[in-house]
Structures are given as structure tokens and as C-alpha cells.
T-cell receptor, first 115, second 114 residues
């Protein structure tokens, strides 16, 4: 899987949008961008994933650049409960291309939402 | 619907004892995964189930570790003759199908070996 680069930490004000960047310049055409987060003392939580189009769900929006070399996760109205470590990873698109079901994270971005 | 459920949430036991950790995956998810996470560390893959079969047990640290899955549902991870280095959070995840799709995690069992 392609390597990703994220800032180690960022602060965000409660109620404001949090924009989390991720670089994945070596991403290949068959790889998706995935975001997970891990709140303290909880298991990792899947947030969203996308290939090349922007995606939105009830948790967040994912904006992927046209060249797919970077992306931004947007938490539209951050709350204190969004304080967590956020992980950006890339994963193969099709199981037949990869049996890489083993999930692993880098260091991620520690996001602290402040009141 | 219900998410992945793990029990117990915490387990404290003496060195040398056996422990069983339980995972109830999301209904209908055919793939189930066990991971270990030591304090401040990343995910360590242990084993993967497709249905009731375990095609990949490569991450089990030693023969003291075993796991089974029944009814294409509940899975149990057993650690025999526990050692202090087994202390960690044991996480279970499930996904609709095997492969790189989203994995949904439980909150883990925090195992402490005295």
C-alpha cells in the first residue's frame, strides 16, 4: 500500500470545521483513500473512504484532489467528542489485486477540539 | 444495527492462567479479524476468519494463542498460560467480505496480566 503523510497534531475550536490533510503522492490507480479515527480507550472507527470523487456521509466529507496525490477530511462542525487520533491510509481497490486485509496505521494526526 | 461487541471489556488475571476473549461481529459480516494493540502502539494483526475458517493465522504470537469461530458469527480468542507480555488491548473487527473494505471494530478487551 502507498505511504501517507499527515501532520502530527492540530487543534480545532468546537463548532468550527476541522480540515485534516493527508498526502499520498505514490497512490496507484487501484487504491482507495480511507480514514479511520481512534478515540481514547475505544477501538478504531471507520469514517469514510473514496477513490477519486468527493464523498460525504453522516460523519464527514472527503475531498480528493484531481491528481489523487492528496486529500482532506472535513469534520463540518467539530465537537469535543471528535477529539481523537485520525488515520489516513490507502488500500487496494479490489480483493483480487491484494489480500491485504491486515489493517495498519501510521502515526496519524492527533486532533484536539477545544471549547 | 448493533456494532461489534466484545467481552469482557476488562480482564485482570494472574500469570499462568488461561483467558478467553469473546467477539460478536456485526450480523451478516463474513470476515472477522483479531488484532492486538499495546499501549501507545499500532495495530498488530493476529488472525483472520472467512466464515468459520481461518485462512491466515500468521499473526498469532505463539502456540499459546488460538481462536475459533462458530456459526459464522461469534469468535473466541484463547490465550493459555498467560505471560506478562500478553498484556494489551485485544480488538476484534468485522467486515462484509474479506479484502480491503471498511473494517468495523469493537472497543476491545483490556487484558492485564499480573
Amino acid at each position: 500500500d502507498a505511504k501517507t503523510t499527515q501532520p502530527p497534531s492540530m487543534d480545532c475550536a468546537e463548532g468550527r470545521a476541522a480540515n485534516l490533510p493527508c498526502n499520498h503522492s505514490t497512490i496507484s490507480g487501484n487504491e482507495y483513500v480511507y480514514w479511520y479515527r481512534q478515540i481514547h480507550s475505544q477501538g478504531p472507527q471507520y469514517i469514510i473512504h473514496g477513490l477519486k470523487n468527493n464523498e460525504t456521509n453522516e460523519m464527514a466529507s472527503l475531498i480528493i484532489t484531481e491528481d489523487r496525490k492528496s486529500s482532506t477530511l472535513i469534520l463540518p462542525h467539530a465537537t469535543l467528542r471528535d477529539t481523537a487520533v485520525y488515520y489516513c491510509i490507502v488500500r487496494a481497490r479490489h480483493p483480487t489485486f491484494s489480500n491485504d486485509y491486515k489493517l495498519s496505521f501510521g502515526a496519524g494526526t492527533t486532533v484536539t477540539v477545544r471549547a | 444495527g448493533a456494532g461489534v461487541s466484545q467481552s469482557p471489556s476488562n480482564k485482570v488475571t494472574e500469570k499462568g492462567k488461561d483467558v478467553e476473549l469473546r467477539c460478536d461481529p456485526i450480523s451478516g459480516h463474513t470476515a472477522l479479524y483479531w488484532y492486538r494493540q499495546r499501549l501507545g502502539q499500532g495495530l498488530e494483526f493476529l488472525i483472520y476468519f472467512q466464515g468459520n475458517s481461518a485462512p491466515d493465522k500468521s499473526g498469532l504470537p505463539s502456540d499459546r494463542f488460538s481462536a475459533e469461530r462458530t456459526g459464522e458469527s461469534v469468535s473466541t480468542l484463547t490465550i493459555q498460560r498467560t505471560q506478562q507480555e500478553d498484556s494489551a488491548v485485544y480488538l476484534c473487527a468485522s467486515s462484509l467480505a474479506p479484502g480491503p473494505g471498511p473494517q468495523h471494530f469493537g472497543d476491545g478487551t483490556r487484558l492485564s496480566i499480573l
